[in-house]
C-alpha cells in the first residue's frame, strides 16, 4: 500500500515525470535501495495539463509482475470508466516471497 501512494505523490509532486501522450504507458518508478514499481497508466482522450482530471488506482492481483497492470488496465478497467475522462494507473502486482 505504501508502494501505491508513494507512487501517486511521485507522480504529481516531481517535476521530472514526462508528459506522456493519450492511451496507455507501461512505465517503470526506480526508487534507490528497493525494487522498481511497474505500472500502467492511462491517459484520456483530450487531457491538458492544465485541467483538473480523476485519478483512479485500479489495484489488482495478478502472477505477472510487469505486465499484469498495463492488460488488467486495457482489457477490463479502461473500457468501463471511459466515459470518466480519468487518469487511471495500475501498478503491476508485487510478486510475494515467503
Same mark, same amino acid.
Given at each position: 500500500m505504501s508502494n501505491v501512494l508513494f507512487l501517486v505523490l511521485a507522480m504529481t509532486v516531481v517535476p521530472q515525470? /514526462? +508528459? +506522456? #501522450?493519450? &492511451?496507455?504507458? #507501461?512505465?517503470?518508478?526506480? =526508487? @534507490?535501495g528497493a525494487p522498481p514499481i511497474h505500472y @500502467?497508466? #492511462?491517459? /484520456?482522450?483530450?487531457?491538458?495539463? #492544465?485541467? =483538473?482530471?480523476?485519478? %483512479? +488506482?485500479? +489495484?489488482?492481483?495478478? @502472477?505477472?509482475?510487469?505486465?499484469? &497492470?498495463?492488460? %488488467?488496465l486495457e482489457i477490463l478497467v479502461r473500457p468501463a470508466l471511459s466515459d470518466l475522462g480519468a487518469i487511471i494507473v495500475a501498478p503491476a502486482a508485487s510478486q510475494l516471497t515467503s
Amino acid at each position: 500500500m505504501s508502494n501505491v501512494l508513494f507512487l501517486v505523490l511521485a507522480m504529481t509532486v516531481v517535476p521530472q515525470v /514526462p +508528459l +506522456l #501522450s493519450t &492511451g496507455v504507458h #507501461s512505465q517503470t518508478l526506480q =526508487r @534507490a535501495g528497493a525494487p522498481p514499481i511497474h505500472y @500502467a497508466i #492511462s491517459i /484520456p482522450p483530450g487531457y491538458s495539463p #492544465s485541467a =483538473r482530471v480523476p485519478l %483512479v +488506482l485500479a +489495484l489488482h492481483f495478478a @502472477a505477472d509482475p510487469t505486465d499484469a &497492470g498495463k492488460d %488488467v488496465l486495457e482489457i477490463l478497467v479502461r473500457p468501463a470508466l471511459s466515459d470518466l475522462g480519468a487518469i487511471i494507473v495500475a501498478p503491476a502486482a508485487s510478486q510475494l516471497t515467503s
